[in-house]
């Protein structure tokens, strides 16, 4: 079992930042890919970052140049960073690790609790 806790989420103004925190329970070598979604009201849940094992970190064009995301191994927590808020990116922000299948276990999905992140125009 993973656990994953959220923090940071609030009300913005339009223009502003805000830094979320994801703590994680396993070492982040067992992770094949940590990621941030998010979820606005009466939408589907959104990839906004993919940070995966190896290679670099991924974006939708929609926070492309604003987000980034980052983890930090000695304290075992994802971060990301929202640069120059939009009343769009509005939602709730959920932490994400998949471990992929290995030869006694299935791949496994794990999900946080979500943060709310409201930004006004």
């Known amino acids: 079992q993973v656990q994953l806790v959220e923090s940071g989420g609030g009300l913005v103004q339009s223009g502003g930042s805000l830094r979320l925190s994801c703590a994680y329970s396993k070492s982040v070598f067992v992770f094949d890919v940590m990621a941030w979604y998010r979820q606005a009201p009466g939408k589907q849940r959104e990839l906004v970052a993919t940070l995966p094992s190896r290679g670099n970190a991924n974006y939708p064009d929609s926070v492309k140049g604003r987000f980034t995301v980052s983890r930090d191994n000695a304290v075992n927590t994802l971060y990301l960073q929202m640069n120059s808020l939009k009343p769009e990116d509005t939602g709730v922000y959920y932490c994400?690790?998949?471990?992929?299948?290995?030869?006694?276990?299935?791949?496994?999905?794990?999900w946080g609790q979500g943060t709310q992140v409201t930004v006004s125009s």
């Open positions: 994400y690790v998949k471990i992929g299948m290995t030869l006694v276990t299935s791949e496994q999905h794990y």
